[in-house]
């Protein structure tokens, strides 16, 4: 029926001699991982940020997006993200109120992650970013009503 094995367990031994070599594959930290992730919605944030510059141009939006990229910048370890010095609306557009709403739920995610690993300055980023997008759905929502 059944017999026991009087080996040593196959299980730990590979085990044992997987742990005694390097891996093929590299580890990163939690906060690294943290840092990817809020450099990564920091970056869709300015690419929504540069599309709004586009169809509707402000001096609060030229400011967010300097400091956005910088935040990534500093997050990516100096490297800059690449983008357009002349944005150009698609010909078929988002409209800015589905604009404002992705920023706004991209500035709460990158809140989030600043949060989890307590980064002052972009947490105090994400949510002016989130104040102001919300502003900016509240007056689209304002105009598509009284249009």
Do not use: C, K, N, W
Not at 24 to 44: K, N, V, W
């Amino acid at each position: 029926m059944y017999e026991p094995i009087h080996t040593a367990s196959s299980r730990r031994s590979v085990h044992a001699t997987m742990a005694d070599t390097p891996s093929d594959f590299p580890h990163r930290s939690r906060e690294e991982e943290l840092d990817i992730q809020l450099a990564g919605h920091l970056a869709a944030l300015l690419a929504v940020t540069d599309e709004l510059r586009a169809t509707a141009p402000s001096a609060d939006l030229d400011a967010a997006a300097t400091r956005l990229a910088q935040q990534v910048a500093r997050l990516r370890g100096g490297r800059t993200q690449v983008r357009s010095d002349l944005v150009a609306p698609a010909p078929a557009a988002p409209q800015p109120a589905a604009l404002h709403d992705r920023a706004h739920a991209l500035a709460g995610r990158a809140l989030l992650v600043a949060a989890s690993r307590a980064d002052t300055a972009v947490a105090i980023l994400a949510a002016q970013r989130m104040d102001a997008h919300a502003a900016g759905q509240a007056e689209q929502r304002e105009l598509s009503a009284a249009g």
